[in-house]
Nanobody
């Protein structure tokens, strides 16, 4: 079992920044790839970024150059630094623990947090 708790969401103006955190407990965090996904109102959940336990990183094209994923294995926490936010980044952001690799397919993730909402006002 893995428990994931996201925090850091909120309301921000376009061009601003937020940092999301995801605290993990349970399964050995250090050997698990972690990902961030998001779901905007009326849309399907989409991949944002993923990081392997050794630090290999994968981003969605829509966030490259603006978002940075990182992890602290000692604190069992993964972060998503979001800069230059746009209105289209408005969504509920979910942290997930991967079954394997830094996949962009949500079927490859077996544990999910409850989500933290991010609203970007224009």
């Amino acid at each position: 079992q893995v428990q994931l708790v996201e925090s850091g969401g909120g309301l921000v103006q376009a061009g601003g920044s937020l940092r999301l955190s995801c605290a993990a407990s349970g399964r050995t965090f250090g050997s698990t790839a972690m990902g961030w996904f998001r779901q905007a109102p009326g849309k399907e959940r989409e991949f944002v970024a993923a990081i392997a336990w050794l630090g290999g990183i994968h981003y969605a094209d829509s966030v490259k150059g603006r978002f940075t994923i990182s992890r602290d294995n000692g604190k069992k926490t993964v972060y998503l630094q979001m800069n230059s936010l746009k209105s289209e980044d408005t969504a509920v952001y979910y942290c997930a623990a991967a079954k394997r690799g830094t996949s962009s397919d949500d079927d490859d993730y077996d544990y999910w947090g409850q989500g933290t909402p991010v609203t970007v006002s224009s």
